[in-house]
T-cell receptor, first 111, second 111 residues
Framework: AAGVIQSPRHLIKEKRETATLKCYPI?????VYWYQQGPGQDPQFLIS???????DKGSIPDRFSAQQFSDYHSELNMSSLELGDSALYFC??????????FGPGTRLTVL | QKEVEQNSGPLSVPEGAIASLNCTYS??????FFWYRQYSGKSPELIMF????GDKEDGRFTAQLNKASQYVSLLIRDSQPSDSATYLC???????????FGTGTRLTIIP
């Protein structure tokens, strides 16, 4: 079965640089969520989109923005990167329920 | 106090025994409850979900929900070394909404 696709899988950036993470949900899934998981931490909800509209917002810094496109893929844009942004970023998707299926994630390292 | 509480462990269980993982939550409006398994450095994998009071069984896994006590648990029967992982309890108000995770319980199955 098709799963969530995230790219890149690994990303290394310097402080104050920008990064763009891409997410392709499971086909026919209408909701995409973004979570950030720091080392040894539980996933923290950042933002979600339902049918290309922002549906909920969590602890997403003002330096971050996200959107969902007409083909349902989503991008998380991160600017002025800080050391504390180093984490795993996940974008599970769901359809008509809350069963969220996680993809492999993007590991972001900020040096 | 975190919204979702789990004993961080580590919890050590002999191979073949029953592993019991517990989770409590503070929001009485929570409607959806999930258990995810996460291997180190990997993404969370959905293994069980439960919406109604009582037990739900799927193979070696049983989820138990008691909304009056705001308590959800996961039992793993016939534990295998491959069950060694961190188990994340997640809670949501209702469908298509963000998940709030506990900090996870690290489970080790001893051969």
């Amino acid at each position: 079965a098709a799963g969530v696709i995230q790219s890149p899988r690994h990303l290394i950036k310097e402080k104050r640089e920008t990064a763009t993470l891409k997410c392709y949900p499971i086909p026919r899934h209408d909701t995409v969520y973004w979570y950030q998981q720091g080392p040894g931490q539980d996933p923290q909800f950042l933002i979600s989109f339902y049918e290309k509209m922002q549906s909920d917002k969590g602890s997403i810094p003002d330096r971050f923005s996200a959107q969902q496109f007409s083909d349902y893929h989503s991008e998380l844009n991160m600017s002025s990167l800080e050391l504390g942004d180093s984490a795993l970023y996940f974008c599970p998707s769901s359809f008509y329920s809350n069963e969220q299926f996680f993809g492999p994630g993007t590991r972001l390292t900020v040096l | 106090q975190k919204e979702v509480e789990q004993n961080s462990g580590p919890l050590s269980v002999p191979e073949g025994a029953i592993a019991s993982l517990n989770c409590t939550y503070s929001d009485r409006g929570s409607q959806s409850f999930f258990w995810y398994r996460q291997y180190s450095g990997k993404s969370p994998e959905l293994i069980m979900f439960i919406y109604s009071n009582g037990d739900k069984e799927d193979g070696r896994f049983t989820a138990q929900l008691n909304k009056a006590s705001q308590y959800v648990s996961l039992l793993i029967r016939d534990s295998q070394p491959s069950d060694s992982a961190t188990y994340l309890c997640a809670v949501s108000p209702q469908g298509n909404e963000k998940l709030t995770f506990g900090t996870g319980t690290r489970l080790t199955i001893i051969p």
